[in-house]
């Protein structure tokens, strides 16, 4: 018994001797609140510091929601994969006057057998105009800030008016031109998809487009581009091309473009693809022999793939920073608006108290 309760008194010492071990390293020391003097300068110091901090707490906490797009480069290894281009571009030609195939720089006729021709109206309803004006000025925006590409990316704008919506009712004007829509795919290599007079027939010395029987007249390559893309379509993502509506009154036009294809891999919290960005130089001119303007009609898309593949990763802060940040903000607050309360008492000290007439008076103690 005498050895038990000599344990329990060994047990209740070293507990003892461990809490005040514990209370000398306290970093924190309590003051008295009848050592404390509390002011209206404090106060309102102590007001202004909590305001601030529920301010910046809450827009810390904005900055923290928010995400932002990462951009990564890497070379593109795969190079056997086939490449898609999805099309849909309307001419104003009647469909049995117009082809459209693709040839690649291994002198490769792609077939075109993935495009569809549909007989169609060239003008646009008053819906469908409104679409196209908005759908450039989107364009227009995008081209003079480019950030504006991550809020697409991130929103990818589900729900918006990605396609051209279709006509309201059937209307008696005639079918003056030609819808080519569709997807082919081609091989990771340069290219060029042409658009001009007369179907495409194949032969062992490459190929040719059958415009014997059209009428020189019929000649016209005013076209309307309502989207044209490469890899996986993705809902919502505007192409640099979609919208393009290009009018002319010559019936010896060529338009050109050409398009440099940049593989795209895109991790985002709502989606995941495999897609291609692409940039675009746009050209025109007028065929004429005799004034040395050299040429054949038509439209003519000219691609090539970049080695370079780009990786867009949306991120987002870490909780543990977050933390860090609000810390270091309320810790901030506190040490600064104490040093500045400080600071400016002991100056008002000594100007209006310490001062009296030229002399210095020490206070008495």
């Known amino acids: 018994r005498w050895r038990t309760a000599l344990n329990l008194k060994m047990r209740r010492l070293s507990r003892k001797k461990a809490l005040s071990l514990v209370k000398e390293l306290d970093a924190f020391p309590k003051v008295s609140e009848s050592y404390v003097e509390t002011s209206a300068s404090g ?34 290894k795969d190079f056997s994969s086939k490449l898609r281009i999805n099309i849909d571009i309307t001419v104003a030609m009647k469909c049995q006057h117009v082809g459209a195939d693709i040839l690649d720089l291994a002198e490769t006729m792609i077939t075109s057998s993935g495009l569809q021709y549909e007989p169609v109206i060239f003008e646009l309803t008053p819906q469908q105009r409104l679409w196209q004006r908005t759908l450039t000025l989107i364009q227009n925006r995008l081209r003079e800030e480019h950030a504006l590409q991550e809020v697409l990316y991130k929103t990818l704008l589900k729900g918006g008016p990605t396609a051209m919506p279709p006509r309201e009712d059937a209307s008696m004007e005639p079918l003056n031109a030609c819808r080519i829509h569709g997807h082919v795919y081609v091989n990771k290599v340069a290219g060029n998809l042409h658009i001009t007079v007369g179907k495409p027939i194949h ?32 809902p919502g ?12 009154y010559n019936n010896n036009q060529m338009f050109q473009y050409f398009i440099t294809v940049v593989p795209t891999r895109l991790n985002t919290y709502k989606i995941s693809a495999d897609t291609h960005q692409f940039s675009v130089t746009e050209r025109e001119r007028v065929i004429n022999h005799a004034a040395g303007s050299h040429g054949v009609s038509g439209i003519f898309v000219k691609y090539d793939t970049s080695s370079l593949m780009v990786t867009v990763s949306e991120q987002h802060m870490p909780l543990w920073q977050f933390l860090v940040r609000l810390c270091g903000i309320i810790g901030g607050i506190f040490s600064t608006t104490g040093m500045l309360h400080g600071f400016v008492g002991f100056c008002f000290d000594v100007i209006c108290c310490r001062f009296k007439l030229g002399g210095y008076r020490p206070r008495e103690v």
Request: no cysteine; hydrophobic share 45%.
């Open 43 to 76: 106060g309102t110091v102590s007001l202004i510091a909590f305001s601030a901090m529920a301010l910046l707490a809450i827009l810390e906490f904005f900055v923290y929601r928010d995400t932002w797009m990462k951009y990564e480069y890497e070379v593109d």
């Open 203 to 234: 032969h062992p010395q490459g190929h040719a487009h059958i415009a014997a029987f059209v009428s020189h007249e019929t000649y016209n390559f005013s076209h309307r581009i309502d989207h044209l893309s490469f890899g996986e379509e993705i």
């Open 237 to 248: 993502i505007i192409n640099p091309l979609d919208g393009t509506e290009k009018i002319t």
